[in-house]
């Protein structure tokens, strides 16, 4: 596919570094020369230095022949133009844009065709925040991702000692929650995927990929972590973009506090929030941490723009008593350092935002792709189309699908039932097919299982 | 200070007010009540003071200035005061004197309606028109006074809309220009008061009554045509109808003029101070019903709870219409009536007090500062409706929290050192000062039987008042007249 990237922040330089490895041709635009050095050194990729939103510039970039373009530099105004002039005069099939102002993006008129033609908005501090409110609403999950419009859902969690699941087989499991219809698809152990089966014993620290539908999953969680109560009180550090509108989305139902060194910040958060408490002061100030009782605190996240500094208040946090503690981190290198460690979630904003912009490369009917274990594993939801003499997938059953190894299936949504997969269960057309696949090199072989023959058409 | 402008438009505003004699001389001519001669002479009288006035510097139109404005406001008020006292100087029944007449007077035009007079069933039909006509005049022009002027001037209620961000319910200037939000306003003022004439009509008052109540009704002044009051009619229907009518006047006119604009009464409920206005009301009226109830002094609990409900909404909002003598009842409610006319209406409507969205600010002011105790480091902004609200603005709402009180005290100590007894003089500045009317001990019925230095303190008051005391004490002060 032929991309042009708008914007080599961090956004868009993550998410060249992730699509330049899947045989993709990419463009990567900038106004800063210095800054597309540095990338174009390290990856297989064309540079262009200009005003991203410039015809000349699109048209050096390659727009006139490329499949999709992602604008994604700081100005919601340049991404916008620029999408506009992609379509005008380039007739680029796929837009996607980041927009981050609500103001905007609450007028979804603005973005039809004839006004704003921009196909898929995305809004990275939105995803994340999401991403964080899901964490928060299922205590003790590592990752929640939805798939269906949320009919599905897909948790992963970290086997413990006092959790129900050690020390027991599947199909243990299976007799002690009768009534859940649910399924454990994928068990990373020290780093490695294993393709459970029923005799599969659960391990300390195993991390537990469940999917079941959105209603039973809370359920489920509250049957397997007995012992975890729900979260009540929140206290965010760093009252920025993600902080302000993650407390803003929490404030109705959990007694929430934000930290902010800032003072004219802190005042704006102050004057924006309705109920939650704004604190001027620093997150690893321990003084003030133990003031406002950190120690009966449910979920401390820290979401500043320095990932140094999330991760060294947090772990004060965890240390002065703290539940679970969470932290923003942007560098990958030091998710895998601190993660299991005293931090209990570490939030990688790439991966949030990775998992968007995925779905609309992958070939074949693929609507949502989730991005798992830092990138490493894939979570997609296939439309299955075509009839069983056009489709690799329609009409078979699952054993006899042509799988490769890594990847398994593990719930199908067929209209608006959630059924979770069996070696028996026969795919319908227009079924959507919920799969892992644990190593990226094989994504491929999956997209070419849900494209439809050349009959079909 | 430009003498000459202020000179000319008191000028203009004196020949415009001489013409509001003449409903009352009509209805002499009717009835032949034997006012046609008072009246018609007022009217000459108080034209040609306006014509000397203006005829001078009738040429001069330099731009008012903001200092000026001050002086235009408070003479306006002052001026038609006492002018419009003049009819009731020169009938001869009621026979009053220059002191009784001016007190009516202001009474009328600030919307307070405490009255001198006695036996009102009895007094001709012009005189009784007149008096509520001055209320609803006095009501129209506070409805500018405070929607349109006071802002400019940087005083007042409604500063603190002005202080809001514009949003899609509530638009701070209510259209870009003052003519054009005096005149939207003055629509909708009338308006009200047809229909609440209508109402009382049709609920059974005499077309004279219905007019006339429906004067005193919307300007929230509280003037009637009968010594009884409402009491007069001892119909539930027209107490009703007056409820409706008082509590709809005490609303800010600003909120009319949206819900009228949007046809929609969302308007009110977003609206913080209409809530609060709203809660009080029905506090004052429970309380009062539920204490009824303990004191068992009602045979009657639907009776105790009808009585309370026109009194709360009658007194609180500072009307000042009563059906029972509330003064008589027992324990503190008489009190606890007093005191919620105090906080009083909203801003921007026509009814007296501090005002709602007052004391709204200084309670959220004081739960801060409890707050802030239990979170020392915690950033707390003052907030109506979400909107934060300027330090600015807080500062000023204390500002004149402090005066109000500091007037009231001075003013207190002046009333009892002209004799009059704690309860009297506590009860008749409490409805002087908050332009609600009836009081307690003497003045419960009637302000005749006071003594005329008294008189003259509280027409100070009822002034004070009015015009949310800056815009008054403004003119006392040395550096507003120093070059």
């Known amino acids: 596919m032929k991309i042009i990237i708008l914007g080599a922040g961090q956004v868009g330089a993550s998410v060249a570094a992730n699509l330049v490895n899947e045989d993709n041709d990419i463009t990567l635009v900038d106004i800063n020369p210095v800054a597309l050095q540095l990338i174009s050194e390290r990856y297989d990729l064309r540079t262009i230095t200009g005003v991203a939103s410039h015809p000349s510039v699109l048209a050096k970039a390659g727009a006139k022949d490329a499949d999709m373009i992602l604008a994604v530099t700081n100005s919601d105004e340049v991404n916008m133009i620029a999408c506009q002039v992609a379509y005008t005069l380039f007739h680029t099939p796929t837009k996607i844009a980041r927009i981050r102002e609500i103001e905007y993006l609450k007028n979804t008129a603005l973005f039809s065709q004839e006004a704003l033609p921009i196909d898929v908005l995305i809004s990275p501090e939105q995803l994340v925040t999401d991403y964080i409110e899901r964490l928060i609403s299922h205590p003790g999950a590592l990752q929640v991702v939805d798939f269906a419009d949320g009919k599905a859902q897909m948790v992963a969690l970290k086997a413990s000692y006092s959790g129900m699941l050690v020390g027991h087989s599947l199909r243990d499991l299976k007799t002690q929650l009768t009534g859940i219809e649910y399924k454990i698809f994928i068990i990373y152990r020290n780093g490695q995927a294993i393709i459970p089966n029923g005799d599969t014993v659960i391990e300390t620290n195993d991390e537990i990929f469940l999917i079941s539908s959105q209603k039973s999953m809370r359920q489920l969680l509250q049957l397997i972590r007995n012992k975890e109560k729900p979260y009540k009180s929140i206290m965010i550090a760093g009252g920025g973009n993600i902080g302000l509108r993650l407390a803003e989305s929490l404030e109705n139902k959990y007694k929430v506090k934000l930290l902010e060194l800032d003072p004219a910040k802190a005042r704006f958060a102050s004057e924006t929030l309705k109920s939650t408490i704004v604190l001027n002061g620093d997150a690893a100030d321990e003084e003030l941490l133990i003031e406002e009782d950190i120690d009966k605190t449910d979920v401390f996240c820290a979401l500043t723009n320095a990932d140094e500094a999330n991760i060294i208040s947090s772990m004060l946090a965890k240390r002065l008593g703290a539940r679970k503690v969470m932290a923003l981190i942007n560098r990958a290198a030091y998710v895998d350092l601190v993660q299991s460690n005293t931090i209990d979630i570490a939030i990688s904003p790439q991966e949030a935002t990775i998992g968007s912009l995925l779905a609309h490369i992958r070939k074949g009917d693929v609507v949502v792709v989730h991005a798992l274990r830092r990138g490493s594993a894939e979570a997609i939801e296939a439309i299955a189309h075509g009839n069983e003499s056009s489709s690799k997938v329609v009409g078979k059953a699952i054993m006899d699908i042509n799988l490769p190894q890594s990847a398994t299936i593990g719930a199908i949504v067929r209209g608006d039932e959630v059924l979770m997969a069996k070696k028996r269960t026969v795919i319908e057309a227009d079924d959507h097919i919920i799969l892992i696949v644990s190593d990226k090199k094989h994504v491929a072989e999956v997209e070419a299982l849900f494209q439809v023959g050349i009959t079909f058409l | ?483």
Not at chain 2, 144 to 168: D, F, H, K, N, S
Not at chain 2, 207 to 226: E, K, L, P, R, Y
Not at chain 2, 281 to 302: K, P, Q, R, S
Not at chain 2, 316 to 333: D, K, V
Request: charged share 10%.
């Open chain 2, 1 to 483: 200070m430009q003498l000459a402008v202020i000179q000319r438009i008191l000028g203009i505003l004196l020949s415009l007010f001489s013409l509001t004699m003449f409903p009352p001389l009509a209805i002499s001519i009717v009835s032949s009540d034997g006012t046609f001669v008072p009246f018609l002479s007022a009217f000459a009288l108080i034209l040609s003071i306006g014509l000397a006035l203006w005829f001078p510097v009738r040429n001069i139109k330099n731009e008012l200035r903001l200092r000026d404005g001050f002086v235009v406001v408070v003479l306006f008020w002052v001026g038609l005061g006492i002018t419009g006292s003049v009819p009731l100087i020169l009938a001869s029944i009621p026979d009053l004197s220059i002191t009784d007449a001016i007190f009516e007077s202001i009474s009328g035009l600030t919307t307070t309606g405490a009255t001198i007079l006695t036996g009102i069933d009895h007094l001709p039909k012009s005189i009784l028109f007149y008096r509520q006509e001055l209320q609803w005049l006095g009501g129209m022009g506070i409805i500018v006074l405070a929607v349109a002027i006071l802002p400019m001037l940087g005083i007042g209620g409604m500063q603190l809309y002005r202080a809001e961000t514009p949003g899609p319910v509530k638009d701070t200037k209510l259209t870009p220009r003052i003519t054009e939000t005096a005149k939207a306003l003055w629509y909708i003022y009338l308006s009200m008061t047809i229909v609440c004439a209508l109402a009382y009509w049709l609920a059974g008052m005499s077309v004279f009554d219905a007019i006339s109540h429906s004067f005193a009704t919307i300007s929230i002044g509280g003037f009637s045509t009968h010594d009884a009051s409402m009491g007069y009619f001892d119909s539930d229907l027209i107490e009703s109808v007056a409820v409706f009518f008082m509590f709809f006047s005490g609303i800010n006119f600003s909120l009319h003029f949206i819900a009228w604009g949007n046809t929609s009464i969302k308007p009110y409920w977003h609206d913080a101070e209409f809530r609060t206005y709203l809660s009080i009301l029905l506090f004052v009226c429970v309380t009062c019903a539920l204490y009824h109830f303990l004191a068992n002094d009602y045979e009657n609990i639907g009776n105790a709870i009808k009585d309370s409900l026109f009194q709360a909404v009658s007194i609180a909002t500072t009307t000042g219409f009563t059906t029972t003598e509330y003064q008589s009842w027992p324990g503190f409610i008489p009190l606890l009536l007093l005191f919620s006319s105090f906080v009083g209406a909203c801003a921007g409507s026509t009814g007296g007090g501090i005002k709602v969205i007052r004391i709204l600010l200084i309670f959220k002011q004081g739960m801060r500062e409890i707050k802030r105790l239990i979170h020392p480091n915690a950033i707390f902004i003052i907030k109506i409706g979400n909107k934060p609200i300027p330090e600015r603005i807080i500062e000023a709402v204390w500002g004149f929290f402090a005066a109000y009180i500091a007037i009231f005290v001075f003013l207190l100590l002046a009333l009892m050192a002209t004799e009059l007894d704690q309860v009297t003089a506590f009860s008749a500045l409490a409805a002087c000062i908050n332009n609600l009317g009836p009081g307690l001990g003497k003045v419960s019925q009637h302000y005749g039987d006071i003594n005329d230095v008294a008189k003259w303190i509280l027409c100070f008051a009822m002034l004070l008042g009015r015009l949310e005391i800056f815009t008054l004490l403004v003119l006392f002060t040395p550096t507003f007249w120093r070059r």
